[in-house]
């Protein structure tokens, strides 16, 4: 059965196709560094413009161009993860369980046979 999460509209089925058990975790929110209007700001993903500007790695240099002539194989730079707010954030993993505590000492374990018991030397 597949559900959508409510914090980052990621779906997901509760088990994998390998059988195993899948948590959910909502992924940071990813932001470029744009500039725009003459100023340097982060803006969602979603909502980057073809006149924005970014700084690309290119042929292994640093390098600025606009969104709309960035080129294939262009790496964005000064991309930002950011985690979301507490109320929004899901993490469907559990809490460790408690330390194992022994509320006695373990009893000691007999010996297969006394025989004649032993004394202090
Ligand atoms: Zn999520």
């Known amino acids: ?10 779906v997901f089925d509760e088990s ?12 940071p929110l990813l932001e470029a560094r744009v500039k725009r209007n003459g100023a340097w700001l982060f803006v969602g993903l979603g ?7 970014i700084a690309v790695l290119r042929a292994g240099e640093r390098t600025e161009t606009t969104i709309a002539l960035a080129q294939p194989g262009d790496v964005r730079l000064d991309d930002r993860a ?11 993993n559990t809490a460790p369980p408690p330390p ?3 509320k006695t000492p ?4 007999a010996v297969k046979s006394e025989g004649a ?5």
Do not use: I, N, W
């Open 1 to 10: 059965m597949a559900f959508k999460c409510l914090g980052c509209d990621g």
């Open 16 to 27: 994998r196709s390998d059988g195993t058990l899948y948590f959910h975790v909502c992924p």
């Open 47 to 53: 909502a980057l413009q073809a006149t924005d500007t």
């Open 82 to 92: 950011t985690p979301r707010a507490a109320g929004v954030h899901r993490d469907e």
């Open 100 to 102: 194992a505590v022994e």
């Open 106 to 109: 373990p009893k000691p374990r």
């Open 117 to 121: 018991g032993r004394a202090p030397a």
